[in-house]
C-alpha cells in the first residue's frame, strides 16, 4: 500500500490534493463540446419532472452532507421542493413518499447498510431512485432507476474527502440539468454557473498550495478539547462537514451550529482560547458572520475566519483568516470544505492520530 501513496505520508493527504483532478472529471464527463449537461441513462424528462412534487435525499455520514448542499442547490435552481434525511433515521419515520416523490440517494461505496435499506424502503412505496454513487456495480447503484456515477477513483481513506467534492458536483449538475428541463433558469445564468463550475478544478487548486498556513495553524492549534464550526447559509452545511471530519480522525470533541444559533445555547460553551472555525463565503450573510465572529471573540475564542479573497472586512474581527479564491455564493462548498479537511488532516497528524485508519470507524458501514 505505501507504493500506492504515492510519497504522500496517508492516504487522506493524497486524496485531499486529488480534489481537483477528481472534480474536473465529474464534471467535464458529463459537459459536450457546447457545456450542455449530458446525463448518459439518466432519463429525467420534462414530463417526469413535472410529476415529482417532492425529492428527497437520503445518505449517511459525509455523503449526508453532501445532500444538504444538494438541497440548497435543488431548491435554488430546479424550484423543487426537497427534504434530507440521514438514511437510519428515514427507514424508521414512515416518511410521505409515493410515486410522485424522487429519492436520490447518496453513497460513495453504494454498500451502506441504512442507505440501501431506505432506498429498498422508498422504491418499496413507488418512488424513483437516483443514485449518486462512487463505486461502479455497487448495491446502491445496482438498485437504483438512474445512477450518477462521481468520478473521484477509488478513496482509502475512511475519512472522505475526495468523494464529497465530487458528490458536490454531480448534486451542482443533476440540480443544473433538472432547472434547464424544467425551464426555471434562464440561458444567461446557466452559462454563469456553469463557467464558474468549471473553474473549480483551478480553484480547489489554488487553496491546495496555501496548505503550508494550514499546517502551521494546526501546529499552534492541536491541543484543543473541544472546537466550534459555525456558519450561516450553504456554509452551515460545510460547517457541518468540516466538524465531522476534525472529530473523526483527531477525536476532538467538535460540532457545528448556525451561527445564528450561538445565542441559543452554544453562546455559553465560549471561553479563553476556545477554537472557533467560523465560514463567511456568503455575500449576503457577510455582515451577520462578522457580528458572529465578535460575539465569540469578546468572550475569549481564537476565532479562524473562512472568507473569500478580497473580503478583508473580516481580518479585523478573525485571529487568523483562510482565504478562497472568489466565486459565485452558491458554489463557495466546493472550495471552503478544502481548508477544513486540511486543518483536520494537519491536527490529527500533530496529535499523533492514525489519521487512515481512526479507532472504532470503517469506510463502508455494512451493518446496522
Ligand atoms: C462511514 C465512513 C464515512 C462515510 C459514511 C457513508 O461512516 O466512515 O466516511 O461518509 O460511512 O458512506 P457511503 O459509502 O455510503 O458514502
Redesign the pocket.
Known amino acids: 500500500q505505501a507504493a500506492e501513496k504515492e510519497g504522500y505520508e496517508h492516504f487522506m493527504i493524497k486524496e485531499i490534493h486529488e480534489q481537483p483532478k477528481g472534480v474536473s472529471e465529474t464534471l467535464l464527463r458529463r459537459l459536450d463540446k457546447e457545456d450542455h449537461i449530458v446525463l448518459d441513462g439518466i432519463k429525467l424528462t420534462k414530463e417526469d419532472l413535472d410529476k415529482i412534487n417532492k425529492i428527497y435525499i437520503v445518505?449517511?455520514?459525509?455523503?449526508y452532507h453532501a445532500g444538504l448542499v444538494g438541497r440548497y442547490a435543488i431548491e435554488k435552481f430546479a424550484k423543487i421542493p426537497v427534504e434530507v434525511d440521514v438514511a437510519s433515521e428515514f427507514r424508521y419515520r414512515d416518511p410521505f413518499v409515493d410515486e410522485n416523490t424522487l429519492f436520490i440517494a447518496?453513497?460513495?461505496?453504494?454498500?451502506?447498510l441504512d442507505?440501501l435499506a431506505a432506498l429498498r424502503e422508498a422504491k418499496r412505496k413507488g418512488a424513483r431512485i437516483l443514485s449518486i454513487v462512487n463505486v461502479v456495480g455497487s448495491s446502491v447503484a445496482r438498485e437504483s432507476d438512474d445512477v450518477f456515477y462521481t468520478w473521484a477513483g477509488p478513496e482509502i481513506a475512511?475519512?472522505?474527502t475526495k468523494?464529497y467534492t465530487t458528490q458536490l458536483v454531480a448534486m451542482y449538475l443533476v440540480a443544473l440539468h433538472m432547472a434547464m428541463t424544467k425551464g426555471t433558469l434562464s440561458q444567461e445564468e446557466y452559462k454563469k454557473i456553469m463557467a464558474e463550475l468549471k473553474s473549480m478544478p483551478e480553484k480547489v487548486q489554488r487553496v491546495l498550495n496555501n496548505c503550508d498556513t494550514i499546517q502551521h495553524l494546526a501546529d499552534h492549534q492541536f491541543n484543543n478539547e473541544s472546537v466550534f464550526y459555525m456558519g450561516r447559509g450553504v456554509d452551515v452545511n460545510v460547517a457541518h462537514e468540516g466538524s465531522l471530519k476534525l472529530k473523526?480522525i483527531s477525536y476532538i470533541n467538535s460540532f457545528a451550529i448556525a451561527a445564528g444559533e450561538l445565542k441559543h445555547g452554544t453562546i455559553a460553551l465560549i471561553e479563553d482560547g476556545t477554537l472557533v472555525v467560523a465560514l463567511a463565503t456568503q455575500d449576503k450573510l457577510y455582515d451577520k458572520m462578522l457580528s458572529n465572529i465578535q460575539e465569540v471573540r469578546a468572550r475569549g475564542a481564537y476565532v479562524v475566519g473562512v472568507a473569500k479573497e478580497g473580503n478583508k472586512e473580516i481580518e479585523k474581527t478573525a485571529d487568523v483568516v483562510l482565504y478562497i479564491p472568489d466565486t459565485m455564493d452558491e458554489l463557495t462548498p466546493i472550495l471552503s470544505v478544502i481548508p477544513l479537511q486540511l486543518l483536520a488532516y494537519y491536527i490529527a497528524v500533530a496529535r499523533g492520530c492514525d489519521v487512515d485508519k481512526p479507532k472504532n470507524?470503517?469506510?463502508?458501514?455494512t451493518v446496522e
Not at 447518496?106 to 451502506?112: A, P
Request: proline content about 0%; charged content about 15%; hydrophobic content about 40%.
Open positions: 445518505a449517511c455520514g459525509t455523503a447518496i453513497s460513495q461505496s453504494g454498500e451502506t442507505t475512511v475519512a472522505s468523494a473523526e470507524l470503517a469506510k463502508s458501514v
